[in-house]
């Protein structure tokens, strides 16, 4: 059996590549708009026109989004588990993430911190 991975790394541990894809995804849905090419057809089921409203309302309050900076990552039921934190000019907000094994979003949380 496989121990789990678990890493405290901010984005200094993380490729410039994943933060970059993860700010790019919120940066998108501040417009009501997402790649669907980057999650799972789950994933892409929850993204209805009405569910992009609705984040992009949530989102664009915050002003422009300064950095995000990956916090954690773990292996979990076979996917792997990111938390990010996502700093904006008004608010932090926490994103979290499970990745399946071939790359894809197959959730991607948004929540206010406190």
Known sequence: MLEPKS???G???APAAEVQQVRGILEGLSKGQVDRSLFTNNMNFYFTDESLRDIKDSITPLG???SVTRTRESLR???TFRAYHAQ???KTISVTVYLTPDGHYEQFLIEEDF
Request: overall charge negative; cysteine-free; charged content about 35%.
């Open 7 to 9: 890493e405290e790394a």
């Open 11 to 13: 984005s200094a541990s």
């Open 64 to 66: 422009a989004l300064k």
């Open 77 to 79: 039921g076979g996917m």
């Open 88 to 90: 904006y000019e008004k």
